[in-house]
Nanobody
Framework: VQLQASGGGLVQAGGSLRLSCAAS????????MGWFRQAPGKEREFVAA????????YYAGSAKGRFTISRDNAKNTAYLQMNSLEPEDTAVYYC???????????????????????WGQGTQVTVSS
């Protein structure tokens, strides 16, 4: 599975961005997908995850209420809508996928980078104050 993240850019605080993650090489219809981010000098951290059917969602506290993860299995693509962006959201954002069951309990348990099998190359998000 290859994952291609896009949609990053420079935005002012309070603005919005929509990231996309296009999967290729294999259909990810039955894969859980998610997003991590890594800010300069910091460890990679979990942002959000979604089950294969889209019925289970899980967010990091920093993302809850501002970010929305979704997916379109017909397009083999996942999305991260980010609203009310803050300078603290500045980071490289990575999309991820995993073939293991994606129950809500599983999504909650898989918040470390090693929890996901497949990683995209990352897209830079910069939020100016």
């Amino acid at each position: 599975v290859q994952l291609q993240a896009s949609g990053g850019g420079l935005v002012q605080a309070g603005g919005s961005l929509r990231l996309s993650c296009a999967a290729s090489g294999r259909t990810v219809t039955r894969y859980g997908m998610g997003w991590f981010r890594q800010a300069p000098g910091k460890e990679r951290e979990f942002v959000a995850a979604i089950s294969w059917g889209g019925g289970n969602l899980y967010y990091a506290g920093s993302a809850k209420g501002r970010f929305t993860i979704s997916r379109d299995n017909a397009k083999n693509t996942a999305y991260l809508q980010m609203n009310s962006l803050e300078p603290e959201d500045t980071a490289v954002y990575y999309c991820v996928a995993d073939s293991r069951p994606s129950t809500l309990l599983s999504l909650r348990a898989r918040t470390t980078p090693r929890s996901y099998e497949y990683w995209g190359q990352g897209t830079q998000v910069t939020v100016s104050s």
